[in-house]
């Protein structure tokens, strides 16, 4: 069975306070993807990773960087968090070619910034 | 650019009836797939459906149906015989075929469906 995992359901951090979202794929995906969900935006797309040590920005990449130094592991980094990143966190992967390129999601990290 | 509109924050369906969600797109790519995934109250993203911008035939997934209007740019969502169980936030997306390949998704703001007994 396919496996998306993000390591953490839910975190509460500090403003200012630097944050790893991990999540990792047991699938051999080759693009890896960050997007972040708020009620009434839908998902929004942060960064996304087209293979190892490659990324590109998304729609929202302001205030987050990401790290992919082996294929099934994708990081999204908060620098220094802030309120207004207080949001559900989804990551996601997928078959570079063939199939239908549908995404294969984890179950969400919900961060709090206080 | 890739654009999804979905129009219906919120929609309410009896119990056993069809229930349509809408969806209209926007891309300059030739080629592109369109999605459609469930998002129930537990938070994780279910994929229900796939149609091929080339498909002639729209498809089918069990009871859910895409209503596929090239011309229109629209990608409609049908849900026959509607289950209490189908009652969760419905998310339109598609992807563009790019230079690199296939660009990520590009979802609606989502449509959230409830079904009444």
């Known amino acids: 069975d396919v496996k998306v995992t993000q390591s953490s359901r839910y975190l509460v951090k500090r403003t200012g306070e630097k944050v790893f979202l991990e999540c990792v794929q047991d699938m051999d995906h080759e693009n890896m993807f960050w997007y972040r969900q708020d009620p009434g935006l839908g998902l929004r797309l942060i960064y996304f990773s087209y293979d190892v040590k490659m990324k590109e920005k998304g729609d929202i990449p302001e205030g987050y960087s990401v790290s992919r130094e082996k294929k099934e592991r994708f990081s999204l980094i908060l620098e220094s968090a802030s309120t207004n990143q207080t949001s559900m966190y989804l990551c996601?992967?997928?078959?570079?070619?063939?199939?239908?390129?549908?995404?294969?999601f984890g179950e969400g990290s919900r961060l709090t910034v206080l | 650019a890739q654009k999804i509109t979905q129009t219906q924050p919120g929609m309410f369906v009896q119990e056993k009836e069809a229930v349509t969600l809408d969806c209209t797109y926007d891309?300059?790519?030739?080629?592109?797939?369109l999605f459609w995934y469930k998002q129930p109250s537990s938070g994780e993203m279910i994929f229900l459906i796939y149609q091929g911008s080339y498909d002639e035939q729209n498809a089918t997934e069990g009871r859910y149906s895409l209503n596929f209007q090239k011309a229109r740019k629209s990608a409609n969502l049908v849900i026959s015989a509607s289950q209490l169980g189908d009652s969760a936030m419905y998310f339109c997306a598609m992807a563009g075929y790019g230079w690199t390949g296939r660009r990520a998704l590009t979802f609606g703001s989502g449509t959230r469906l409830q079904v009444q007994p």
């Open positions: 891309t300059s790519d030739q080629s592109y797939g």
């Open positions: 996601a992967s997928r078959l570079a070619g063939g199939g239908t390129g549908e995404l294969f």
